[in-house]
């Protein structure tokens, strides 16, 4: 079971370290917390039956101060039952990990203690915020699309800047769907139904279920459903209006797609134009990468550039333009510029496992800041965080921060920002 071994093996213990040591130089400018969630299964009683994204949620953080690492910590999601284990979020000055699926998020203190579990986005029909909830960077909104499992609709709940649930949607579907992530614009909410639904408990792939893309006013309203051939998405990448048509970029994959081989796909960039009776599909990128991320100062608007991985989640050879495939990364970050049509890689070392990178914002310009994520160092047989500058991407890091452990690959998480 590749799931639980090498990057993905999960650690033991909770560890807390002080001052860490750094190879360059912190920005001074980014003070707050880089915090990651993820699975960590502990005694899986069957490896062979084992999905990845299923266990214990951890989060992994590494605090930054004026220059310095003052501390990293790992610590379980403490929760009855199975606890959060998708994202890490923050919303009304309060940690959150996220989860899906009808699991509700769970609070967590400054050190990542768990507080307890919280009703974030919670509605009379039980629903919560869900993982991939999304900020809209201008009223400050939390905006969630949820599913819950043995019902045949969904939820988009809007949370205000106090935490407050101000806007219910139910949006009615065939079964419960398998809805990981969605797309939301200045004036849309976009989602995708897929054949990956569930079948009372079980979820897998639907052959026969087709696969539609609905657009909803984010005042809510009737849902304009188009078909297209049957894909897998996986993470939206960013979505904005453009007159009578709606921008999505994300990423997707032929099916089917097995929840117990989620590295069996290969996942690409695209571009989705939804018209008003139509959708033109448009490959960005057709090497494999997933776990996009953007200056979430643009989300919901028009922008210029995106991050993504090639991750040992998937184990494809990833080759910059013009290299020989012999000299491809299996681990490499990817900026995408959109306008020009072109990306920049950032290759690793073919054991330094990367996850997904954050974007932290250090000024005015879209890509003026720095890109965090965690690396394996097989050196040191422990993990680095590692910072690279958004404007000098195939450059050396600026900075790596060592850390007393590994971190297995996950799945999501932020940068916090002092405020």
Known sequence: MRYLEGPFAPVTEEVTTYSLPVTGRIPAELNGRYL???????????????????????????????????????????TP????????????????????GGLPPAELDEEL?????????????????????????????????????GRDFVQYIVTDVGGSVVQTTAIPMTRTPFMHD?????????????????????????????????????????????????IHVSHTLNAYDDGDSVVVDLVTAEGPFDPAAPGAIRPTLDRWTIEPDKIHQRRIDDRPQDFPRVNEARTTRPYRYGYSAATALYGIPFAPAGMPPDDAFTNA???????RGTAEVHGFGKDEAVGEAV?????????????????????????????????????????????????????????????
């Open 182 to 230: 969605f797309a939301l614009t200045e004036n849309h909410v976009v989602l995708w139904d897929t054949p990956l639904g569930f079948d009372g408990f079980d979820c897998r792939w639907l052959p026969e279920h087709p696969t539609r893309v609905g657009v909803m006013p984010r005042t809510g309203g009737d849902v304009r459903w188009l078909d297209i051939d049957p």
């Open 113 to 149: 203690n768990t507080v307890g579990v919280c009703d974030l986005g919670g509605t009379a029909e039980g629903f919560t915020a869900g993982a991939h909830s999304k900020h809209d960077p201008l009223t400050g909104e939390l905006h969630s699309l949820s599913y819950m499992l």
């Open 81 to 100: 039952g199975f606890a959060p284990m998708v994202h890490v979020i923050e919303h009304a000055q309060r940690t959150f990990a996220m989860a899906e």
């Open 333 to 339: 970050l990817v900026k995408h510029d959109l306008e």
């Open 359 to 419: 974007f932290a914002a250090a000024g005015q310009g879209e890509d003026e800041g720095y890109l965090l994520t965690y690396v394996h160092n097989p050196l040191r047989n422990a993990s680095d965080l590692v910072i690279l500058s958004a404007q000098d991407f195939t450059g050396e890091p600026v900075a790596r921060v060592q850390l007393p452990v590994r971190v297995p690959l996950g799945l999501h998480g932020n940068w916090l920002p002092d405020r």
């Open 36 to 78: 990651r969630n993820g699975p960590n299964p502990l005694g899986v009683e069957d490896p062979i039956v084992h999905i990845w994204g299923m266990g214990q949620g951890m989060v992994h953080g590494v605090r930054l101060r004026d220059g310095q690492a003052e501390w990293y910590r790992n610590r379980f999601v403490r």
